[in-house]
């Protein structure tokens, strides 16, 4: 099996720190002169034991103040696969790190406190995980070692997630009870909790099936560079290179480029190490085409009976990331979408999400920092694009302020039209 | 053919995602460079990039910041390497900023020029008003890299500012600045040391020598195996020894710590990392090792 990304996610101080700690602790992932330095940190901060949270929280600051505020990459390996892992913060005021580290997610783990049960925290994060279509969901009812390994006390956080998740889309959802402090079920599933009959976090991560996540069927290819060598021997080569974000292109397929219309044939996929028959996703590859069309940076190539929506008009949910500036209709601000970059104004602000209630807000008069919306955008030129929920690479995409080039919302297609 | 087929490996998983930043790169800044320092990392970066642009060459320099303290073996092998691939070398030094009286020698026994490169290197990204400098830098190898985008923006000083890093969302990288600004650029970010050996047997990079079991004029300091050299002034008690030895990492003279080894090939070599107990700054790093956040505050001023 290829790499699996995951990410943390949670209310803050619910353990998920703790638990990548632990995770990369039990299999050995952690070396020993990083051990020590995280022991005499420990010590020098008065802690009882060693805290595996400072692992990941690995900047001054965060170890001054105890928490996470950005999203750490950790790595690790067992003989099954390898693990991207993004640990990201809890605190509400950090909520983009959450949504930077999920973003490329092929799971989350939602932390809860076994306590508390969820928190306005939780359920910001349970939805941005539904928003970014997260295909695999495990719930880590943590800290079950503080309240006897009760199975009640599990289940009934377990009810309440389960409730609050029917309002989302979630399509594969799994419960664990743990403590990511000791280790129960973490690695190996734990003698405290003998009436737990599932896997163990570690193993639920190695089995899990992720070939299917990926869109085999839409063919899309954002050209991303045009390769142009001019010297003696490729005097007239002229090569498409990118990434494919979906379908399969084969050679002597018949393509077609947007805007342009344009039909041709793939004539060659190239790469450094040789020619190849087929190209998927997330191949980055060259493909050459028959006859002389004008291509560039930005432009789409598909299949003539398979298009992607091409228009200035997309609905899209914000999850605005701005502190200084407030999301409002009329705003205009530049876009990142796939290979192209261009400009966009907010036609219209639809609704605000309760993340409390899951209700909508209509009619806002804007969003603030970490508020999710519904809006329309147009834009300056025609955009390429699928609905997210069918391809998240042609579905996503970033605004950034003009005048301070900061990036301010992560978008999400759901459709064309005003 | 089912539809599970369509899976990558992990390192062609890699290497797409490393060569997609690459061109993301080249085809949005005007000025991009890459950053070689003749180790691994660099290696494998120019090796990415070479593929990333085929058949066509690199779009863009290479520079060197040379701190006058190199391996002699590293800077010959620097030279083939560039040569062959047709590139353009940029060769930065420190020793003509000490000149300049930009910045000053440290003196002492643990003298280094590792935090002067800083200047040099601010100094070169504004000579050539680079806009977006390619490192190798991988986010298993230290806790503040862990935290660091691939897209990591320096403001005018060339200052990383780790509490307000720009969202980076998807594979949808901002490469928007003013002038005077920059980004660093960390295409290898996801990969780990393992993983890059894996690859460099994968695809037969040739790397300099001194990776490989050696005897070597070493003597110990931190724990460390430093080799006898003219940038590095012994005490008394510091006693020089013959060693089978290798490097890990390769930096200074003055500061990159041997390990003892055998691995003669990269089969040895990934055998040894992959049972290795310590990381391999914290093995070879004099410089990582002075304070627990040293890493954190240097980038802050602008360090690689
Ligand atoms: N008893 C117990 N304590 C735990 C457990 N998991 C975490 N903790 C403690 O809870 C506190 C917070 O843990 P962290 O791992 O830093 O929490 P976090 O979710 O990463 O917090 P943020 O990243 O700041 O949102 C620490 O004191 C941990 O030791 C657990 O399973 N049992
Ligand atoms: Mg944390």
Redesign the pocket.
Known sequence: MGLLRFATA?S???????LIGRLLYDTKSIFQDQLDSIEATSIQMGNDYT?L?LLTDGLRAEREQG??IDVAYRYFATPKRKFIIADT???VQYTRNMVTGSSRADLVLI?IDGRHGMTEQTRRHAFLTSLLRIPHVVVCV??M??IDYDEQAFEAVKKEFQNFAMKLEIPDLTFIPM????GDNVVSRSPNMEWYQGSSLLHHLEQLHTASDRNHIDARFPVQYVIRPQSGEYHDYRGYAGTVVGGVFKVGDEVLILPSGLTSTVASLESFDGPVSEAFGPMAITMRLTGDIDISRGDMICRPNNRPQSSRYVQSMICWMSEKLEFEPGMKLAIKHSTKSSRVIVADLQYRINLETLHREMNPDSLALNEIGRASLQTTEPLFFDEYRRNRNTGSFILIDEATNATVAAGIIVGSGV | MSITAYELSHLDTLEAESIHIFREVAAEFERPCLMFSGGKDSLVMLHLASKAFWPARLPFPIIHIDTGHNFPEVLEFRDQVIEKLGARLLVASVQQSIDDGKVVEETGPRASRNRLQITTLLDAIEEHRFDALFGGARRDEEKARSKERVYSFRDNFGQWNPKNQRPELWNLYNGRINQGEHIRIFPISNWTEVDVWQYIRREKIVIPNIYFAHNRQVFSRDGMWLADSEYVTRTEDEKVLTRKIRYRTIGDMSCTGAVDSDAETIEQIIEEVSATRITERGETRADDITSETSMEDRKKEGYF
Not at chain 1, 12 to 18: A, F, L, N, R
């Open positions: 949670g803050v101080d619910d353990g998920k720190s703790t805290n949270a928490i996470t913060p809890g605190h932390l943590n800290k070692d503080l403590s990511a402090l000791h």
